[in-house]
């Protein structure tokens, strides 16, 4: 099955810096990548998604790049805000990263 | 359209009981695929199941079971309780078809306390 690797495991900036997740996936046939995220005690939320015809996919100030061929694919967030912070899950066919606890300081 | 619900929301249980966990999809949503989360281990897929058939498993060992039912509400069963089994309990529904192809919808999980 698919194997997802999430770097780094956790992530402190200061405010309105950049902050940039990164995955890796095991299996060619995968083509969906999406972008959870979860605030303290409350469920997963999608953030983002990107498909595998598709290089880089933006929303405001979050953003998704894929690399097919290298098999990996990363989170950037922009102008981070104390409210960015929380724990960030990649995914492929349904597996989980172990998620990045980012923690955005006012 | 209600959210994917899972009931009940806390469970204690003692070494060596089994429980039994419920999980209701979006209404329309076919897959329904369950996760166990701890802190430091994210979100491990244990099984998910697509018009009552578990159309692919994780590597979890045979106390944990589940199945589907015609309405697409599904249960997970936990037999022989072991202390490590504590953790939240995660089910998520999806629309397509295809298995990890579109976004998953997350219930507010069990929050399992083995004793």
């Known amino acids: 099955g698919e194997n997802v690797e999430q770097h780094p495991s956790t992530l402190s900036v200061q405010e309105g810096d950049s902050a940039v997740i990164k995955c890796t996936y095991s299996d060619s046939a995968s083509n969906y990548f999406p972008w959870y995220k979860q605030e303290l005690g409350k469920r997963p939320q999608l953030i983002i998604d990107i498909r595998s015809n598709v290089g880089e996919k933006k929303d405001q100030r979050i953003a998704v790049t894929l690399n097919k061929t290298a098999k990996h694919f990363s989170l950037h967030i922009t102008e981070t805000q104390p409210e960015d912070s929380a724990v960030y899950f990649c995914?492929?066919?349904?597996?989980f990263g172990a998620g990045t606890r980012l923690t955005v300081k006012p | 359209k209600a959210g994917v619900t899972q009931t009940p929301r806390y469970l204690i249980k003692t070494r060596g009981q089994q429980v039994t966990l419920s999980c209701s999809p979006i209404s329309g949503h076919r897959s329904v695929s369950w996760y166990q989360q701890t802190p430091g281990q994210g979100l491990q897929f244990l099984f998910e199941?697509?018009?009552?058939?578990?159309?692919n498993k994780g590597n979890f060992p045979g106390r944990f079971s589940g199945r589907q039912f015609s309405n697409s509400r599904s249960e997970m069963n936990v037999s022989t309780l072991e202390l490590g089994d504590s953790a939240l309990y995660l089910c998520?529904?999806?629309?397509?078809?295809?298995?990890?192809?579109?976004?998953?919808?997350f219930g507010p999980g069990t929050r399992l306390t083995v004793l």
């Open positions: 998520a529904s999806s629309l397509v078809l295809e298995r990890g192809m579109d976004e998953q919808f």
């Open positions: 199941y697509f018009s009552e058939t578990q159309r």
């Open positions: 995914a492929a066919q349904a597996r």
